[in-house]
């Protein structure tokens, strides 16, 4: 098996609870007189590339709860936080409420009349990987499709789907009027599993669903005695590479660094990662999974950090020399 394929049951499903589609359509309403923006991707903070189609986004929440931002964001940001929109949203904060795990980028998105996307898959999307991405459609015809792993689907309002965009996909607009979805990613936990369907539960009971662990509070002392330095395979903190820690490849120099408010790791290229607390001195970074962690051994006879990748409850670990800072 390669790392990029899906283990999940079934390309999507719809889950449990039904929403109330004209509700959903008032709130967006009271954002519709604004331009919305292209959809982006961002690396290090800033644009990369930016969508060629009429592919708009309004965020509802985002990083650092910035209302320009319509990627999905990811590690080397700013916790996820609401924006301003969803001030003015009193259903679609409840829906966000009601969803049971630590709550990532939620975004309205907008696909234009006779627009087709670009077909991708966005990896590492998926319970295998921590995460799930769940569509909520909004406004939507007959000629608006998802094509997902090869087959066609007509979301309709009020309808809860969780899609593994993790496998190849792409959608189209061949109507006059605009789609609207809401897609929300959220952190797995087994709360989040109890919205899927009975038949899924096998599934989410056994060996190839990541499920994350509650953030903990870090103590002063514990972000006093973490900054340090060592070396590690340059993938580190590219999540999207499916990269190996055990295999011979390049190194790279990270440092443990206590920016006075929160630790985080810096890169070889001057950018920061903040670090969320798990306890026992574990660490993910910001804005994603426990697909990538880091724990830092610092008080023992030979300092050490513990690098560990995980897919599903398998893991891969190394051990590498730390230096602590002075």
């Known amino acids: ?33 604004h331009l919305w923006d292209q959809q982006r991707v961002y690396r290090d903070g800033a644009v990369v590339r930016q969508a ?28 996820f936080a609401d924006t301003e929109w969803l001030a003015h949203m009193p259903y679609v904060r409840e829906i966000l409420r009601s969803i049971p795990g630590p709550l990532f980028a939620a975004r309205f ?54 899609g593994d965009f993790s496998r190849m996909h ?20 087994p709360e989040l599993a109890q919205l899927f369907p009975a038949d899924w539960a096998d599934y989410f009971n056994g060996p190839d669903v990541l499920y994350n662990r509650p953030a903990v ?8 005695a973490a900054p340090c330095s060592f070396d590690a395979p340059e993938h580190l903190l590219e999540v999207e590479e499916f990269g190996s820690l055990t295999c011979p490849q390049p190194q790279a120099t990270f440092h443990v660094v206590d920016t006075g408010t929160e630790l985080a790791i810096r890169s070889p290229r001057d950018h920061l990662f903040p670090l969320v607390a ?20 610092l008080d023992a006879p030979r300092p050490e950090v513990e690098l560990t990748y995980r897919r599903g409850r398998r893991a891969t670990r190394l051990v590498v020399p730390a230096t602590p800072a002075a």
């Open 52 to 79: 060629e189609e009429d592919w708009r986004c309004l965020a509802v929440r985002s990083p650092g709860g910035d209302k320009t931002r319509t990627d999905p964001g990811g590690p080397g940001g700013a916790e």
């Open 109 to 162: 998105m907008d696909l234009g009349p006779d627009t087709v996307g670009y077909r991708h898959c966005d990896f590492k999307f998926a319970p295998d990987w921590g995460m799930a991405r769940l569509h909520i459609p909004v406004m939507t015809h007959e000629k608006a499709t998802l094509e997902l792993d090869g087959v066609t689907y007509r979301w309709q309002p009020g309808e809860f789907w969780f």
């Open 217 to 224: 509070a870090l103590t002063d002392g514990e972000r006093e």
């Open 278 to 297: 798990l306890g026992g001195d574990e660490y993910r970074l910001v804005g994603w999974s426990e697909e990538r962690t880091v724990t830092m051994r």
């Open 170 to 189: 792409q959608i189209e607009n061949l109507g006059p009027e605009h789609r609207v979805h809401l897609v929300v990613d959220v952190l797995v936990t």
């Open 1 to 33: 098996m390669n790392d990029n394929d899906s283990l999940t049951p079934a390309e999507a499903v719809r889950l449990l609870p039904a929403l109330d589609a004209d509700r959903l359509v008032a709130d967006l309403m009271t954002a519709r007189d």
